[in-house]
């Protein structure tokens, strides 16, 4: 699909659904009145705005300042000392609702359990205590990689409680994907678990790390959570279980005190070279902008059971399934498992039996859903919803619409959120009591948020007309760098036109001021809505011996938004066969994790390069697509290979 093409798709788009009356009455932002009356404040002056926010949490120290803009680095209220674990859990049992729901958890073979806001606190503090006992300290950086148990959130907030960083992979990455994150966030102690359980099978979590580990000196101890119970090559000395190092740790903690700007996570995502970045967030502005964005496009209250479906491994989970909602005294829900274990309705299993009450997803789950068939959500009584939300790539309109007929019963908002990792939080969305949603579209710009549509020479454009997303102004969970890289952040956010933030995706306002996004415009593919870069996936199938040269595109696909497309050169002298062909794939697969799989292979003679031997990926867009060249081959410095390339090797 190329941008035109995109534009007018959604050009013809004119649905209109209000905020439901009885939603309106009692949220947060009750009306679009109430929106423009804040906004208008939020942008006149965004410092005492945001600091008037940041004032309603516990700090050991105030802050003096509320920004301190040097382009490109951000610091947000500067001198104040807080630590987020506290604000998340230590706030609330102070303030009386310790007996209060915090995690509601399901397992994926169906057991289930419930922490307290004080029990999650004597967790959290018992596990930072075990992590002190084997000498973790305040800024060093510890490695997670967990199942969606509730120990993986208090392995997130006990390292806050310290002011250890923590990195968390996201639990389907594999080895190597492990040894480059670790190697490159210097880190010592990582945290896993036997197993994890996905389609009814044991997602083999330690020995992954066992395998990093032997190729990767840096780590010194492994915390071994018994989930699954499996047979593991335990190596006493390196490794420590979790119940054993917590076994005799006190269930209190003193909690560290943490700068706003100290750092409070690491995590690695995909830009457009070969090498995952360590995006950086720190402490205060983080959580007063997660915090207060779900509160208000959650339209969060005390009594919800909220339930973000994300994995904990990406930046959705780290905002919206444990900061931002434990920070608001919110009970939020965790499941550990495949959305089709043991069948396709297991997602509204859990809704109707633990009452949940807001859901958030990915576009990519609904196409799946609806793929499926309604009967599966028919099984189940719905009732309990009161808002929708989605996030992490565009949803195509009929599958809102699917959404919004078939899990909220037409009488659900649904909010379709805009971010990114390196936003910390979101930045456009509807406010579900106050603004009209347009299916398709992420509709306005948050409080404080000052975002445009530019073109490549920095001029604003007029609705309708496509062109880079851009932020203007710094808001609070703004990344603060790119982990030992100033360079690459310099360049990648802050360069392409100068003085604003480049979001790297394309987008439109329409007449009423609401955005379209349209997809990336630089080498990231959306697949399922996990962010994946070209040149990644290239250079894990250049890694296999008999590959000479490899060039990979996303291509439209139904389900999963996009796919890859990979193109393989050989070494002179092998022969392409469906063999190597899948060897190739599986390779990618241990290389990367299941989510870098390509769904298309094909081998050809050459790469076809731009004369200053730029990988021409439009064309291979192209063929990847419709199996032909139709496009400009101007700038192409080897004609011959098109012919090649666009012929579709045998199975
Ligand atoms: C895409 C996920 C359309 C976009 C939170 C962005 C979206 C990238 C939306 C960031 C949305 C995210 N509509 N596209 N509502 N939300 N995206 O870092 O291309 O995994 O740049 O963060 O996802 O992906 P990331």
Not at 477 to 481: H, N
């Given at each position: 699909m190329t941008h035109a093409e995109t534009i007018e798709s959604r050009l013809q788009e004119t649905r209109k659904f209000e905020p439901p009356a009885d939603f309106a009455r009692q949220?947060?932002?009750?009306s679009r009145a109430a929106y423009d009356e804040t906004r208008r404040r939020s942008l006149d002056d965004p410092e005492s705005f945001w600091a008037d926010i940041a004032r309603g949490f516990h700090w050991f120290a105030p802050f003096s300042k509320t920004l301190e803009w040097n382009l490109p680095y951000a610091k947000w209220f500067v001198g104040g000392k807080t630590n987020i674990a506290y604000n998340c859990l230590d706030r609330h049992v102070a303030a009386g609702?310790?007996?209060?729901?915090a995690i509601i958890w399901e397992g994926e073979p169906g057991e289930t359990r419930k922490l307290t806001y004080r029990e999650l606190l004597g967790e959290v503090c018992r596990f930072a205590n075990a992590l002190r006992s084997i000498?973790?300290?305040?800024g060093d950086r510890v490695t997670i990689y967990m199942p969606m148990t509730p120990e993986l959130a208090i392995a997130m907030l006990a390292c806050a409680r310290i002011g250890a960083p923590h990195s968390v992979i996201f639990g389907g990455f594999s080895v190597q994907a492990i040894v480059d994150r670790v190697e490159d966030a210097e880190s010592h102690v990582v945290i896993t678990a036997d197993g994890g359980w996905r389609r009814g099978k044991i997602v083999p979590l330690y020995q992954n790390v066992d395998e990093a580990a032997a190729r990767c000196p840096l780590i010194k101890k492994v915390v071994v959570l018994r989930r699954t119970g499996n047979d593991i090559p335990f190596k006493p000395g390196r490794d420590a279980w979790w119940h054993e190092l917590t076994?005799?740790?006190?269930d209190a903690c003193p909690v560290e005190p943490c700068?706003?700007?100290?750092?409070l996570f690491l995590l690695y995502t995909s830009g457009s070279t070969g090498k995952p970045k360590g995006i950086l967030h720190t402490t205060a502005g983080y959580m007063v902008h997660t915090n207060y964005t779900a509160r208000m496009i959650f339209d969060l209250k005390p009594d919800d059971v909220y339930w973000c479906?994300?994995?904990?491994?990406w930046i959705t989970g780290h905002s919206y399934v444990i900061y931002g909602i434990l920070s608001n005294g919110v009970t939020t829900l965790l499941y550990e498992g495949?959305?089709?274990?043991?069948?396709?309705?297991r997602f509204w299993a859990i809704i109707a039996k633990h009452q949940v009450t807001k859901f958030y997803t990915a576009p990519t789950a609904i196409r799946s859903f609806m793929r499926e068939g309604r009967e599966h959500a028919d099984?189940?009584?719905?009732?309990?919803?009161k808002l929708l939300g989605t996030v992490g790539e565009p949803i195509n309109p009929e599958a809102w619409i699917w959404y919004h007929e078939v899990?909220?019963?037409?009488r659900c908002p649904i909010v379709d959120t805009w971010w990114q990792t390196e936003t910390?939080?979101?930045?456009?969305?509807?406010?579900p009591g106050a603004i009209a949603t347009k299916p398709g579209s992420a509709t306005l710009p948050f409080f404080g948020i000052d975002a445009v549509i530019m073109d490549r020479a920095g001029n604003v454009q007029p609705p309708n007309s496509g062109g880079f997303l851009c932020i203007r102004k710094p808001w609070p969970?703004?990344?603060?760098?790119i982990w030992r890289d100033p360079e690459r952040f310099q360049k990648q956010y802050?360069?392409?036109?100068?003085?604003v933030y480049f979001t790297g995706d394309s987008a439109r306002q329409d007449e009423d001021g609401c955005f379209w996004i349209m997809g990336r415009?630089?080498?990231v593919i959306k697949v399922a809505g996990h962010r994946l870069g070209t040149m990644e996936v290239e250079s894990a199938i250049v890694?296999?011996?008999?590959?000479a040269e490899a060039a990979v595109v996303g291509v439209p696909h139904e389900i999963k938004g996009n796919a890859i497309a990979a193109f393989v050169t050989l070494v002179t002298g092998t022969q392409p066969t469906p063999a190597l062909r899948d060897a190739i794939i599986a390779h990618v697969v241990t290389q990367l994790?299941?989510?870098?799989?390509?769904?298309q292979l094909r081998f050809s003679q050459a790469v076809p390069k731009t004369?200053?031997?730029?990988?021409m990926r439009r064309l291979l867009r192209e063929i990847a697509t419709t199996g032909e060249v139709k496009g400009d081959?101007?700038?192409?410095?080897?004609?011959?290979v098109v012919a090649s390339l666009a012929q579709k090797d045998e199975e």
């Open positions: 949220a947060h932002v009750p609702r310790g007996d209060h729901p000498g973790v300290k305040k076994a005799n740790a006190a700068d706003a700007e100290d750092m479906s994300a994995d904990a491994g495949a959305p089709n274990f043991p069948d396709w309705d099984k189940h009584n719905l009732s309990s919803l899990i909220g019963g037409r910390g939080g979101i930045l456009i969305s509807p406010l969970g703004i990344l603060r760098g802050w360069s392409e036109i100068p003085g415009v630089d080498d890694s296999h011996p008999a590959v994790g299941a989510v870098a799989r390509p769904d004369r200053s031997g730029k990988i081959t101007t700038t192409l410095e080897d004609f011959s």
